[in-house]
């Protein structure tokens, strides 16, 4: 066990890790963002994603790191670019660490701390009927830590979901892509209205009237909380979009996982409450989630 901000909490992996991972802000100053690419070594295709490839690289020879290649045409590049100099700046031992861009050719490149197993929701579908519900727990206590430093930094996700989070060598999740949804030109992201959002994650006030909050995001941490307990099903799977709007808007909610507990469908209902101000603060979920760690053990 150790204390954390007063609080007591179960030590979930160590303290020290001899692997060579980037120190936090690898080396950069906040106003030295820029990577040169002839630092970059490329490696092995991770997977492609919203933007383009992604591929296992090093930085200087030795730093393992993730590098995305944006391609071109699918995000709005200038907007990002100003972006990621405040991207940098969050640092948090739940968010995936942004360490540099290279804009200065085409692709643009997006460097960022390297996890070993990928994404969470491939990591959950891999690993069926093989996770105890109390790892399933810490996974989003791991992402709840993350979100309720994005929201004291009145920073706004917009595209929070299994698929946007990342497991680490040691079973940590972290946070991805966070702010990147407001770049992406591509249908999946965009209503007749042009606005973007993944709407099978989104509350009623995003897809009527494009309204983005912390509490917004909330609303995404009850589906990806639902993820996470059905192992990686996909949330109203055999709804089209459109429906999902309808269901909602009219009180439809999606059912309680197996895995989970009802005072974990608890924390879900609540995150999907149809008025904003009524839904908890990422802080509130974090203690409620403590709770329920130390009762169901």
Not at 123 to 143: A, S
Request: with cysteine.
């Amino acid at each position: 066990m150790m204390i954390v901000e007063g609080l007591v909490t179960r030590l979930r992996y160590p303290v020290s890790q001899k692997s060579k991972s980037a120190p936090t802000t690898a080396g950069f100053s906040y106003d030295k963002w820029e990577i040169n690419p002839s630092e970059l070594t490329f490696m092995k295709e991770l997977g492609s994603g919203l933007f383009g490839v992604v591929r296992l690289g090093k930085w200087r020879a030795q730093y393992k790191v993730a590098i995305k290649a944006i391609r071109e045409g699918a995000m709005s590049e200038e907007d990002f670019i100003e972006e990621a100099k405040v991207m940098m700046k969050l640092a948090h031992p739940n968010l995936v660490q942004l360490y540099g861009v290279c804009t200065q050719g085409r692709p643009i490149y997006i460097v960022t701390e390297f996890m070993e197993h990928g994404c969470l929701l491939n990591y959950l579908r891999q690993r069926r009927g093989q996770c105890h519900k109390d790892i399933l727990l810490t996974m989003c206590q791991d992402v709840c830590e993350g979100m309720d430093y994005l929201e004291q930094n009145s920073f706004i996700h917009r595209d929070l979901a299994a698929r946007n989070c990342l497991v680490s060598e040691s079973g940590v999740v972290k946070i991805s892509d966070f702010g990147m949804a407001r770049y992406v030109l591509d249908d999946q992201y965009t209503s007749s209205s042009g606005a973007k959002f993944p709407v099978k994650w989104s509350p009623p006030e995003v897809y009527n009237y494009s309204k983005f909050s912390s509490k917004s995001d909330v609303w995404s941490f009850g589906v990806l909380m639902w993820e996470v307990f059905t192992e990686g099903k996909m949330p109203f799977e055999t709804n089209t979009n459109f429906e999902v709007v309808t269901m909602v808007s009219q009180g439809h909610r999606l059912y309680r996982p197996k895995l989970a507990s009802n005072a974990v469908y608890q924390v879900m209902m609540v995150c999907w409450h149809e008025k904003p101000e009524v839904r908890p603060a990422f802080e509130d979920l974090l203690c409620t989630l403590a709770q329920i760690a130390e009762h169901e053990d």
